[in-house]
Every structure is written in structure tokens, then in C-alpha cells.
């Protein structure tokens, strides 16, 4: 079992950065492949980056690639995700989720467990 909370949400604008946190509880956390999503109202919700167990694969949507970087600290059972040059269209709610399964996973419903989400807002 794998309680997520996310942190690190807020307004910004348009080319600046957040770095959003993700504390994960239990003692697994290190066995998990964990994910960062995002969701608009009304859209469906989008992959944006994800981590294997070890922290040294990653995968990124095209969306973020060169823009974002997702990382982990097994030590702090916290996964992160650097967002810099930000956009309007990056205006979300992020969620980051993990999954069991220990590789690089871009589909949402693999993943068995979810945070509250944080909001992201960039403005122009």
C-alpha cells in the first residue's frame, strides 16, 4: 500500500518554474515506478513523466521533454518534477501516481495509486 501527496503547485508565469514534490508513504516506495500526470477540466488526463524503481531510466511526453525532469530520492521516499521554461497550455492539475510494474509506463490505468493532485497555474 502507497499513500501520495503532492506539493509544490502554485501560480507562476509564463517561463518561469516550479518544482513539484510528491511524499510517498511505506517503505516500498523503492520498488515502485512512479509517474507524474496532469489533467485540464473537461480533457482527458495526459501522461507527463515517469521514473523507474532505480531512478536511472526515465521517460518523458513530448510535451515536457526538455522542459521538465523528473527525479527521485529513495531515501526520502519522494519523487520530483523540475518544470522549467512553463507555459500557459503546462496549466494543470498534476497528479503523480505509482505503479507496481518496474519499468517505464505511460498509461494511466496501471497505475494503482494516485495523489490528491496539485494545481498548476501559468499565466501570460
Known amino acids: 500500500q502507497v499513500q501520495l501527496a503532492e506539493s509544490g503547485g502554485g501560480l507562476v508565469q509564463a517561463g518561469g518554474s516550479l518544482r513539484l514534490s510528491c511524499a510517498a508513504s511505506?517503505?516500498?516506495?523503492?520498488?515502485?515506478?512512479m509517474g507524474w500526470f496532469r489533467q485540464v477540466p473537461g480533457k482527458e488526463r495526459e501522461f507527463v513523466a515517469c521514473v523507474t524503481w532505480s531512478g536511472d531510466s526515465t521517460y518523458y511526453a513530448d510535451s515536457a521533454k526538455g522542459r521538465f525532469t523528473i527525479s527521485r530520492d529513495n531515501a526520502k521516499n519522494t519523487v520530483y518534477l523540475q518544470m522549467n521554461s512553463l507555459k500557459p497550455e503546462d496549466t494543470a492539475v498534476y497528479y503523480c501516481a505509482a505503479t507496481i510494474l518496474r519499468r517505464e509506463v505511460t498509461t494511466g490505468g496501471v497505475y494503482g495509486y494516485w495523489g490528491q493532485g496539485t494545481q498548476v497555474t501559468v499565466s501570460s
Open positions: 511505506g517503505r516500498t516506495f523503492s520498488a515502485y515506478t
